[in-house]
């Protein structure tokens, strides 16, 4: 039962353009949405975060966008750059489990 | 301040063989994780510690063991490889709700 579900094992951008990267969830008890990026041979950094009872957050480039009805979120990045070609997860939190579930991942690809 | 290390960074098996996968961290969380990441999956939860003295079960925990030896330290154990755990495997540790997590750079395991 996959509570995180990121649909698009990849996204190509160019660089300069904007980036939306996309996440669906089942659990409507999630209370805290957060992406995390990876590069190759490293763990995964925290990017930005979003409580449940807000519908956006900015933090510089990165924007990230919660739809409840939809059960949906997504993260912008806008203007895309070279070194924002990563693996992003999705990951949700439920109040007081103290973990968090992962979606499967996206690998952004940013194109001179 | 070296955050999350874990050792090795790399390991092969042969089935049947055991090891332990160390992990530690320096900056005085309270909860720790260990996470598999495979291909098409995202990451895993394997298990978790909330606190110190305690361990719970994630999302996969068949095949694996765990120790919180300290607050700084949290071990996995394969007791008896099999190539189905063949992955990538991350520790993490965390603050707070938990949502905030910081991890290693990974141990990638090969189990032939």
């Known amino acids: 039962d996959q509570q995180v579900k990121q649909n698009s094992p990849s996204l190509s951008v160019q660089e300069g353009r904007i980036s939306i990267l996309n996440c669906d969830y089942t659990?409507?008890?999630?209370?805290?949405f957060l992406w995390y990026k990876k590069y190759p041979a490293e763990g995964p950094t925290f990017l930005i975060s979003?409580?449940?009872?807000?519908d956006k957050n900015e933090d510089g480039r990165f924007t990230v966008f919660l739809n409840k009805s939809a059960k949906h979120l997504s993260l912008h990045i806008v203007p895309s750059q070279p070194g924002d070609s990563a693996v992003y997860f999705c990951?949700?939190?439920?109040?007081?489990?103290?973990?968090?579930?992962f979606g499967q991942g996206t690998r952004l690809t940013i194109n001179p | 301040n070296a955050g999350v290390t874990q050792t090795p960074k790399f390991q092969v098996l042969k089935t049947g063989q055991s090891m332990t996968l160390q992990c530690a961290q320096d900056?005085?969380?309270?909860?720790m994780y260990w996470y598999r990441q495979d291909p098409g999956m995202g990451l895993r939860l394997i298990y978790y510690?909330?606190?110190?003295?305690?361990?719970d079960k994630g999302e996969v925990p068949n095949g694996y063991n765990v120790s919180r030896l300290n607050k700084r330290e949290f071990s996995l154990r394969l007791e008896s490889a099999a190539p189905s755990q063949t992955s990538v495997y991350f520790c993490?540790?965390?603050?707070?709700?938990?949502?905030?997590?910081?991890f290693g750079p990974g141990t990638r395991l090969t189990v032939t």
């Open positions: 993490a540790s965390g603050v707070g709700t938990g949502w905030e997590q910081y």
């Open positions: 659990n409507s008890m999630f209370d805290y």
């Open positions: 979003i409580s449940s009872i807000k």
């Open positions: 990951a949700a939190s439920l109040k007081g489990a103290q973990k968090l579930v």
């Open positions: 900056m005085n969380h309270n909860s």
């Open positions: 510690s909330a606190s110190e003295g305690t361990t």
